[in-house]
């Protein structure tokens, strides 16, 4: 699981990169864990995955009874047609034919039971190699699923409008108060100033 992990947090990026004003919604999963499986997805990652479950190759000691069916049918029809069917000796007896009508007639009953043995690796290999990789309809997708999950607001609503006309009030204010503070700071020293050229002038005139 980590490897998939690890694919799907790098889908998740990459959708987020890409439409960065967006959210993930719930329908969006679903095609980024088809993307994160596909990246994985390889021939080397399953064989190892069926060799640590001990599904492929076949072993004896995990497969009951039943799994072998089969091949036990295909041992038992090559023995019964020499019992059944000599080419020398003596022609049976119509109690002979009626004693080994049954055992025919149970290769018709386990038809069935072929199917687990016509998984082979051959097969599994041939479907991996046809798998594709996603391509731009599935971006497109994407996008209309969002688009009709979002919706759409107007800046100049109330709350939007009040936020913004607050921010533009505190900065006015916080300007004037610059402004009042720099204007006392110029008065004052002006009058330091002016009162330092007055006592200059005194000292020269009383000297």
Known sequence: MRPFKAAYNEACAK???QYRPLKITQRDIAG????????????????????????????????????????E???HNDTVPKTATPLSGPPLDETDKFDAAPPLATPSTSKPCVGPQSTKPSLFLIVTDKISTVTNEVRKKMIQRMRRNEKSEILTGTQYKSMLEKKFKDSQKKMRKTAEKKEKKMQLSRKIQSKQNKEKYMRRVFM
């Open 15 to 17: 959708w987020m990169n």
């Open 32 to 71: 980024l864990v088809k993307t994160a499986f596909q990246a994985i997805c390889r021939i080397e990652l399953g064989k190892s995955g069926f060799a640590c479950t001990g599904l492929y190759p076949l072993q004896k000691d995990i497969y009951l009874a039943a799994a072998h069916f089969s091949e």
């Open 73 to 75: 049918n295909g041992a």
